[in-house]
């Protein structure tokens, strides 16, 4: 067969002969024809074709193969040479079989749109359902194989967006096509009738008549030559014959089969999904002619590699004509009756006599040539001792894997849950098996729910399978539960024994059992990976940092005890990524792994004991907030939240010290949202055990106010900084410094809401305190200048705010260092000074040197970062620098609506800064867009008299102005009022708006002159 491969350079295509017996990894093309647009073979070969639509399909399929890793590709239009009836012939008897071989099949539906704006169709099928059940692809005669043939089917639409594939869209299928569910889910098509199969196509049609029998040729497994001209009755005469002759002489065959069918110990799964990248690399690597191979699957207890197995043992029956052997590793006495019955069946000599050597005759005879293609699974090969350990004291005795058969006719598939086992069996050919997708934990859950109505409800069936973690073991029995009784409680889904038809009798089949027994063995082998263990059960089961592991071991018993987990599949390790510490390992745990961990320390009396050592862990590792090493503390703060979370175990007090760090914590992060719901849990604990007046209740109370602040939530903050200052002054006086924070706090919030004059007075009142308490270079009395600066510049009295910002950046940077956070808040104030006083070349240098202290210091997006590029943006717009400024506006209003959300007032500060500078450039329209709504959202979210909407108000007045609009005066007049009263009649923004008021009215009437002037000239 020919195939096509991408050339490098100049992106065109080159045809490859293969093997048909033996070609390489490749892709292949279902689609529909258009008259006259396909390339055909002599094209592609001569470089022409390329302006026509079907080489773009061409192009697709190349992409979507390389996407997968696939070098070669194959497309039917140009792949044969249809010249030569000869090639024709034959590439029409051996299509279904290049079909069945292709390790992926993409359906491109050239009638089924998706707009533009929609990046995954798989998520919005609503929009291309009724475009896809109409397709014409579905009424083809050569598409019916194509969908039944291929081993992973995938459907795309004329855009080329993945739908779906034939698993995830089976129902949707059978319903267009009414092909039964079973058939599109692979299997053998020998098991259904002739006249079942005949109708599946008798609705499509060919553009040739005789095409609509021979496009049926692989669906039916027979040769037939090629007689165009014959019409349509004779073709399907000839195919009938030649069926009933296949049919006639399969005799032979058949008890061969049947004997070998009953050698599996489970019927085929009729619920299995999914797995079909597992299936085909299976395929592709263990079944290869003249080769002895050799594989094993490795995965978590209950992650299906048993159904995997099966599945693939019924596949290689119905379409590699192999003997299929399987053997239970569970114990030496499994191993050896399966073998027993191997040489049953296979009526070796001597194999029913007393005494006989039964594994040595089965591994000799299977390793002879006189037998047919096999292959073998040994399945729960978990436990080291049974195949790798001596079988007597003898050290050099066998052992059972010794007496596995070994043949270039012969293949053998393994199955363990042990990675070492894994590695010992076959170091270089492991499978890893996760967990399955959403989409196939859902069609296993629809298949086994029998109340088909409980799957209406989609958040409760997404819910369950989030708590069964998409686990096919746990799906299963779940469903199985659910079918006997009602969906309840976890523990109940979790603890009730099922009868499993795919598990041995032997084995208990509760699912904590599964790895209850990994369990015990861990404790005997391995002490400090159980110590691992139960700590893991007692704290969050994702982004397990190492060095939050308790402490103790040599490095090697503590790189072995991280092994040892890894080998059970208990943990995964995640790869590292440029924000986790150098050298910190980082695990996840599977979540069932992680409830039969809890359960197991509940059933040993031991869970309050590993509780408290991550809570003490826990205390010595999370700080009080702050930016000091911040990059190896963040991976600890969900772990602390789990812990404080655990009501039964954790005192109430211990659980709102916990919440108080990590809320402080990811203030400093900037994440005030999180924070806020920190404090507030703390806060509630703590008045209920503390009472109101307690220091760490008002500390709670202080925090919260602190955090809504930063959020905008400026009535809340105010309120609640109010309450916190009388109850300090009440509890710990007038002077204490926690109190002083509190009327610091307080002064900062009356600021934010531009009630400037409240907020001087009692600044300066903090100033002098702080100063006298604490001293003049201690932080807090350095934040309270910092805060009276900010007020003193709001007011008007620039120069003022000027020479305290100097000062008091001068001592931030003697005190805590040129790179702290509050030194580069400093900074960013005596910045926003100098850009209001309009020494703007000064000012754009100490933006630029503290937007990069910031991005380094907390990273590109945290508030404070945001902040600066604003500032720093602002600079640029009063320079005339516009489109450096826009560029600037809009990428921090993008971040700021990420990070702080679309009404946040920095946001809203954002959007009317853009407005600002779009308006300077000329694009009225677009500003007018942006200042009408960010207008709207200030009047919300702060008021209608706040300082920062009268400037949105004034802005929005001075953009139509300029457009000689005269509907701005309403405006102007509003504005005009309200500044007299919240900012006074002397303020510099007062007097600019009024300024920029009589100027309008001085226009309007000039224009009203002149209009009045050229009237009377034409009278």
Avoid at 120 to 135: K, L, M
Wanted: aromatic share 8%; with cysteine.
């Amino acid at each position: 067969m020919r195939l096509l491969k991408r050339l490098l350079g100049d992106g065109g295509f080159e045809l490859v002969s293969f093997n048909d017996d033996d070609p390489s990894p490749y892709a292949i093309l279902s689609h529909t024809w258009t008259e006259g647009q396909e390339v055909t073979y002599n094209e592609l070969v001569t470089g022409a074709g390329k302006d026509k639509a079907g080489y773009a399909k061409i192009r697709f399929c190349s992409e979507r193969a390389a996407a997968d890793g696939l070098e070669y590709f194959w497309v039917d239009t140009c792949c044969i040479d249809k010249s030569t009836s000869d090639e024709l012939s034959t590439a029409i008897n051996s299509m279904f079989r290049w079909y069945q071989r292709a390790s992926k099949c993409y359906v491109y539906l050239s009638d089924v749109p998706v707009p533009d704006e929609i990046n995954d169709a798989e998520a919005f099928p609503i929009v291309w359902q009724e475009a896809f059940r109409r397709s014409r692809w579905f009424t083809r005669g050569w598409t019916l194989q194509e969908l039944l043939a291929p081993a992973s089917v995938e459907f795309f639409c004329k855009q080329g967006k993945r739908l779906g594939s034939r698993v995830s869209l089976e129902r949707e299928i059978h319903e267009i096509t009414k092909i039964p569910i079973t058939a599109l889910r692979g299997q053998s098509l020998t098991g259904f009738s002739v006249e079942d199969r005949m109708s599946w196509a008798a609705r499509r049609t060919t553009t040739l008549k005789e095409d609509k029998v021979y496009c049926l040729l692989g669906i039916f497994g027979v040769f037939l030559s090629l007689i165009y001209g014959e019409g349509e009755a004779y073709a399907t005469l000839r195919l009938r014959e030649e069926i009933q002759k296949r049919q006639e002489g399969r005799g032979t065959d058949s008890s061969r089969n049947l004997s070998v069918f009953s050698s599996l110990p489970f019927l085929r799964n009729t619920l299995f999904v999914g797995r079909t990248d597992q299936l085909r690399y299976l395929e592709q690597h263990l079944l290869v002619s003249n080769s002895h191979r050799r594989m094993t699957i490795y995965g978590l207890g209950g992650c299906g590699k048993s159904a995997l197995a099966i599945e693939f043992a019924y596949r290689v029956l119905a379409r590699h004509a192999r003997l299929v052997f399987w053997v239970p590793a569970i114990s030496q006495e499994s191993f050896e009756l399966a073998f027993r019955e191997i040489g049953v069946r296979l009526r070796i000599p001597g194999i029913t006599d007393d005494n006989a050597d039964i594994k040595k005759l089965v591994r000799d005879t299977l390793s002879s040539e006189g037998v047919d293609d096999w292959l073998m699974i040994v399945d729960d090969a978990d436990n080291h001792e049974v195949l790798l350990g001596t079988m007597t004291s003898d050290s050099k005795a066998a052992r059972l894997r010794d007496y596995l058969p070994r043949s270039d006719k012969g293949a053998i598939l393994f199955t363990t849950r042990s990675r070492k086992v894994a590695r010992t069996l076959t170091p270089s050919s492991v499978l890893g098996l996760d967990d399955m997708s959403k989409a196939e934990a859902r069609q296993l859950l629809e298949r086994c729910i029998t109340k088909q109505a409980l799957l209406d409800d989609k958040t409760a069936v997404d819910e369950l399978l989030e708590i069964l973690t998409c686990l096919p073991l746990a799906i299963v029995q779940a469903a199985a539960f659910i079918n006997n009784n009602h969906a309840g409680a976890e523990t109940e889904l979790f603890n009730e024994r099922f009868a499993d038809p795919s598990r041995y009798d032997e084995l208990d089949s509760t699912i904590a059992k599964t790895w209850h027994i990994s369990f015990d063995q861990i404790r005997r082998q391995d002490s400090l990976a159980a110590e691992y263990l139960s700590f893991m059960a007692c704290i969050d089961r994702v982004n397990i940092p190492q060095s939050l592991l308790p402490p103790g071991g040599s490095l090697v018993q503590q790189v072995k005890a991280l092994g040892t987990l890894t080998g059970y599949a208990f943990i995964t390790e995640r790869l590292q990524t440029a924000q986790e510490p150098d050298g910190d390992k980082v695990f996840d745990m599977h979540r069932l792994v992680h409830l039969a961990s809890v359960w197991w320390l509940d059933g040993h009396g031991e869970r309050a004991t590993w509780v408290n050592a991550a809570v003490a862990r826990l205390e010595e590792l999370v700080p009080h907030g702050g930016h000091e090493k911040k990059e190896v503390w963040t991976t600890y703060l969900s772990h602390a939240i789990h812990v404080a979370g655990i009501d039964s175990v954790v005192c109430k007090a211990t659980s709102a010290s916990l919440l108080d760090r990590v809320g402080r914590c990811q203030a400093s992060l900037g994440q005030y949202s999180a924070a806020e719901t920190m404090h507030q849990q703390g806060l509630s604990v703590r008045e209920r055990m503390l009472g109101p007046e307690h220091p760490d209740t008002l500390t709670s109370m202080g925090n919260l106010a602190s955090v809504l602040d930063r959020q905008g939530k400026y009535k809340e903050a105010e309120a609640m900084n109010r309450e916190t200052l009388v109850l300090y002054k009440t509890v710990l006086g007038p002077k204490y410094p926690d109190t002083l924070t509190s009327m610091s706090n307080l002064a900062l919030v009356l600021y934010r809401q531009g009630k400037y004059k409240e907020a001087e007075a009692m600044n300066s009142e903090t100033l002098v305190l702080c100063t006298k308490v604490l001293g003049a270079e201690h932080p807090d009395t350095l934040t309270s200048m910092h805060s009276l600066a900010l007020v003193l510049d709001s007011r008007g009295k620039s120069g003022e705010a000027e020479a305290m910002n100097r000062e008091t950046l001068v001592l931030y940077k003697t005190v805590l260092g040129p790179k702290h956070p509050e030194t580069l808040t400093s900074m960013s104030n005596l910045a926003l000074v100098l850009y209001s006083q309009g020494k703007y070349g000064e000012a754009e240098a100490m933006n630029r040197e503290t937007l990069v202290l910031y991005q380094t210091v907390l990273g590109p997006e945290h508030p404070s970062t945001l902040t600066s590029i604003h500032n720093l943006a602002l600079v640029l717009y009063r320079q005339g620098k516009q489109d450096g400024a826009e560029a600037m506006h809009r990428e921090e209003l993008a971040l700021c609506k990420k990070v702080l959300g679309p009404e946040h007032p920095d946001t809203l500060t954002s959007m009317s800064n853009l407005a600002g500078v779009l308006s300077e450039q000329g694009k009225y329209e677009e500003a007018e867009t942006v200042n009408t709504e960010t207008l709207a959202l200030y009047k919300k979210v702060l008021g209608p008299e706040h300082p920062d909407t009268l400037m949105s108000m004034y802005c929005h007045a001075r953009l139509l102005a300029n457009q000689y609009r005269y509907d701005s005066r309403h405006l102007y007049e509003q504005a005009c009022a309200a500044y007299g009263t919240v900012l006074g009649e002397d303020h510099p923004t007062t007097r600019a708006c009024r300024q920029h008021y009589c100027q309008l009215l001085a226009l309007k009437e000039q224009d009203r002159f002149s209009l009045c002037s050229r009237d009377w000239k034409e009278t």
